[in-house]
């Protein structure tokens, strides 16, 4: 069973991404409809970076990723010849 701070931890989670998927949200779908010179505007980045963030993100998630299996199937090694 989860403590109350592993609790607490997991709901600030997802309250922050929520909040993220939220503000994507509207500013890739509903940014786009609403005239340019809303002051609404002004709490967004230019369009540019919707793509660009999510891209950066991606490529830097696959980063780690590749270098958590590369770190993990070098350790296995050094193990199996310390064992032989």
Known sequence: MAT???QVVGL???AV???IFTYYTAW???LPFID?????????????YAVAIPLAAGL????????FISYV????KRVTKKAQ
């Open 60 to 67: 830097l998630l696959l980063l780690f990723v590749g270098l």
């Open 36 to 48: 340019s010179q809303h002051v609404i505007h002004k709490y967004f980045l230019p369009r540019a």
């Open 17 to 19: 991404s929520l909040i």
């Open 4 to 6: 109350g701070t592993d």
């Open 28 to 30: 890739v779908i509903l």
């Open 12 to 14: 600030g989670l997802v």
């Open 73 to 76: 199937m070098l350790k296995t």
